[in-house]
């Protein structure tokens, strides 16, 4: 009865139908999955190229529009942040598919724990309920927590480029000029819409084009050539590779935590085990980033709020250059904050089917320092893309960037300082070049049920 090979391709060509699988193979993949997940350590390494998505939420017509727009398993390399369950209809079909992948392209699918995939709150916001009435028992809900239990806590990013490859997609109808650098500019930022129309796209601020930075320059201390990878702890390589400025990308579901200052505390935490209501784990996977000074207490009554300079001292102290998380939505599906130091990811377009908000996924490129290109990012070719629904007819207009970026944020990223944290000579690392891709929910007929219910039924 074990699940493999065939046996696997079908499951998964059946979830991918919206349909689900029989028990004893849920039973069986949940078993494959343990047995997967249980080797990686609290914290996984994933050597970029990565494409970083958000709360799934059990939208699963979205999440097939999300690969359609990223591009297809095992093609692209995939990290998801957690809560792939509770609130839509599909949570089951949506877990269970993103699991068969990982059991099928371990190497190629990340699956990190959110806040969702817990007993107790899944027995209050859906996913429970959907096992008992899809199966008729609970045992499939069972299963799912189990491996639940074994989900990293989060995922350390290397290798990223600080630079975007240039694509060749053509400029969105509605992309103001204002909104677009120099293709032979260091492109930091790029943002597209579903059909790989670029909506905007926007060169790194030098420290030399920057008066205000320009005055302090001679503080700042040469940056380090051919140190190690960022994150690692590793310093002095000598294999004379080209010096990577990006630190590596922390991505966590929630945000940071009081009890945790390094990388390295998060991977000696006892995890395999039901979320607790506090503690370190709690937080890393309940806690927000707030305009605030140092800690504040949550209004979810779980995890902490977390300011700037937290996150620019713990960036700083774990060489890191960004922290990707998710558990919050964005009605532009992504938001940079406090000098793009920090990202929150949201990759469930209208959420709970009301909320009108789009979704958006991050593609981090590869530095290219050790010979990339063999593999494909679903970028810079057009197979992964469907032409329907352009973003560009829904009024999301290509200032998409200025709306999902904090007020200060905008280009910043030459002057990105501890000022007033660590004092004015510590600069902290370039961020890597990031590629949002923003997409709507799913075309209503592409879910398999009508719109409208028939008019006749309201009369039954
Ligand atoms: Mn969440």
């Not at 005055?215 to 994150?231: E, K």
């Amino acid at each position: 009865m074990s699940i493999g090979g065939s046996d696997l391709d079908k499951a998964i060509q059946q979830l991918r139908a919206c349909r689900p699988i029989p028990e004893a193979q849920v039973r069986e993949v949940c078993y494959k999955a343990r047995e997967l997940l249980i080797e990686e350590g609290n914290v996984v390494g994933v050597d970029a190229p990565v494409t970083i998505c958000g709360d799934i939420h059990g939208q699963f017509h979205d999440l097939m529009e999300l690969f359609r727009v990223g591009g297809d398993v095992p093609d692209t390399n995939y990290l998801f942040m957690g809560d792939f369950v509770d609130r839509g209809f599909y949570s089951l079909e949506s877990f269970l598919l993103l699991l068969c992948l990982k059991v099928r392209y371990p190497d190629r699918i990340t699956l990190i724990r959110g806040n969702h995939e817990s007993r107790q709150i899944t027995t209050v916001y859906g996913f429970y309920d959907e096992c008992l009435r899809k199966y008729g028992s609970a045992n499939v809900w069972r299963y799912c927590c189990e491996v639940f239990d074994y989900l990293a806590l989060g995922a350390l990013v290397t290798g990223a480029a600080t630079a975007l490859e240039p694509t060749d997609s053509p400029y969105a109808a509605n992309t103001t000029t204002a909104s677009v650098a120099d293709i032979d500019q260091d492109i930091e930022v790029e943002t597209l819409n579903a059909d790989g129309e670029v909506l905007g796209r926007f060169a790194r601020a030098s420290s030399e084009s920057n008066s205000q930075s320009q005055q302090n320059s001679s503080a700042l201390p040469p940056a380090p050539d051919n140190v190690g990878a960022a994150g690692t702890g590793a310093s002095g390589s000598s294999n004379g590779s080209r010096r990577n400025d990006t630190g590596a990308v922390l991505c966590v579901h929630g945000g940071l935590s009081p009890l945790i200052d390094t990388i390295d505390k998060i991977r000696l935490l006892d995890r395999k085990q039901e979320v607790p209501h506090e503690g370190a784990m709690c937080d890393l996977l309940w806690s927000d980033p707030d305009e605030i000074d140092g800690w504040g207490l949550s209004p979810r009554g779980a995890g902490f709020l977390f300011g700037a300079d937290i996150v620019k001292v713990f960036n700083h102290r774990n060489d890191l250059s960004l922290i990707a998380r998710a558990h919050q939505l964005v009605m532009e599906g992504f938001k940079e904050m406090f000098d793009s130091t920090i990202v929150t990811v949201w990759s469930a377009p209208n959420y709970c089917y009301r909320c009108g908000n789009v979704a958006a996924i991050l593609e981090l490129g590869e530095d290219g320092s050790n010979a990339g290109y063999a593999r494909s990012n679903g970028d810079g070719s057009a197979a992964g893309f469907i032409g329907a629904g352009a973003l560009g007819t829904s009024g999301f207009g290509g200032n998409a960037y200025s709306q999902a970026f904090g007020s200060n944020t905008l280009g910043a990223n030459g002057n990105r300082r501890l000022s007033g944290v660590l004092g004015e000579q510590h600069r902290l690392r370039e961020g890597p070049g990031r590629r949002y891709r923003v997409f709507e929910a799913a075309p209503q007929d592409s879910r398999g049920m009508p719109a409208k219910k028939p008019v006749a039924e309201y009369f039954l």
